[in-house]
């Protein structure tokens, strides 16, 4: 059975290529929409925006997910799996809790 990958899997692919490939890096970075569609062998919609960003040592990009529009009731599902901060607990420390050691 075949499996359709996720945006997620999607995107990393595109970033193992760009590290691979020089040339591919160069096609992403000046037309993003172009170089996707070549590799994954698609067409990207008219209405989807790709952007590319580099980071560096200097510069650090945050991705943020879409905003979900959640109801009351959804809220009130959620909110009972988690009671308090786990950095408050001892369960994390300030630099697990985001991922960086110091």
């Known amino acids: ?7 997620d899997e999607l995107k990393q692919a595109v970033v193992d290529e760009a590290r691979r490939d020089p040339s591919f890096r160069r096609r992403l970075i000046a037309n993003p929409c172009e170089a996707v569609a070549e590799y994954l062998d698609v067409t990207v919609p008219e209405e989807l925006s790709v952007h590319v960003h580099e980071e560096s040592v200097e510069v650090v990009h945050i991705v943020l997910p879409p905003v979900a529009e959640l109801t009351g009731e959804d ?7 988690m009671t308090e901060d786990p950095r408050e607990s001892g369960g994390l420390t300030e630099g697990s809790y985001w991922g960086i050691t110091q």
Not at 75 to 81: I, N
Request: proline share 7%; hydrophobic share 45%.
């Open 1 to 7: 059975m075949h499996t359709v990958p996720t945006r």
């Open 75 to 81: 809220l009130d599902a959620v909110a009972g799996g």
